[in-house]
């Protein structure tokens, strides 16, 4: 079985797409479409769509009548969604930061951010922007994961441990803004309406090798001094044998304006 122990983090926009085919990929998505209860003739925004995975779901709610905006500030991620929703109609791309939206004040039913906020420098000051772009009544979907959850079965449960201090500490920004997201909603002005947390289970070591970096960020720990490199090498190597077990817990809350 091939790995990706020491290898650089996959093409973004690849990794993106793999990451929302999977199972828990789909499975939260499908969640966080629904209770945002998107009706058609409303406007929709894609807040730091990527490489615009869901712009057809959100198109497809809001129907003919309606519209959908799908925002990112990465030009390679534009050039993927403007490709994939080229044969959708009302759906538009625009090239923006979360910390300054290109949204006109009040003219947004329906929002979502999905996984932006742990890798931005302000979260609050986005959430900000956020209130200002939705009108009275809109809905608003948040999902963040909380990194400090992450668990991964192995023998050797400090190495993993360490894996998941060393992730939370120095590969994610905003490692364990999930559990912050209502708090941060309210701050912005927005009111809380559901919050749901589950937990995303990889049994597969290749799809969370991809997924959660194990070989790269163990990789990153080692020269880092983190980790000592034979034990982490060891641990990672183990991973691979036998019966896989992986997760972490992910947040989705819903607000109104």
């Not at 931005?120 to 608003?140: I, K, N, S």
């Not at 982490?232 to 304006?257: D, H, K, Q």
């Amino acid at each position: 079985m091939s790995t990706t122990f020491g290898v650089t983090r996959p093409e973004q926009a690849s990794y993106m797409l793999r990451a929302a085919a999977s199972d828990a990929g789909r499975a939260y998505k499908r969640q966080l479409i629904d209770l945002l209860d998107i009706a058609p003739g409303q406007t929709a925004v894609d807040v730091g769509c990527g490489p615009g995975t869901d712009l057809p779901a959100l198109a497809e709610r809001v129907g003919e009548d309606g519209s959908v905006i799908g925002v990112d500030r990465d030009p390679a991620m534009l050039a993927h969604a403007r490709e994939r929703t080229s044969d959708l109609r009302g759906v538009e791309i625009r090239e923006g930061d979360v910390h300054a939206l290109p949204i006109d004040p009040g003219s947004v039913d329906r929002a979502k951010i999905d996984r932006v906020l742990m890798h931005v420098e302000q979260p609050e000051a986005a959430l900000a922007q956020l209130h200002r772009a939705t009108r009275p009544g809109a809905l608003v979907g948040l999902v963040e994961p909380d990194w400090d959850t992450l668990a991964v079965d192995a023998e050797d449960r400090q190495t993993s441990r360490d894996f998941t201090r060393y992730t939370t500490e120095e590969v994610v920004r905003n490692a364990t803004i999930g559990r912050s997201l209502s708090r941060f909603a309210e701050k912005a002005g927005f009111r809380v309406e559901t919050v749901v947390a589950t937990t995303p289970v990889f049994r597969d070591f290749a799809d969370a090798d991809h997924t959660l970096g194990l070989g790269r960020n163990m990789q990153k720990a080692i020269n880092d001094g983190y980790v000592q490199r034979d034990r982490g090498r060891r641990w990672f190597a183990s991973l691979a044998e036998g019966s896989f077990y992986a997760s972490f817990t992910l947040v989705t809350v819903i607000c109104s304006r």
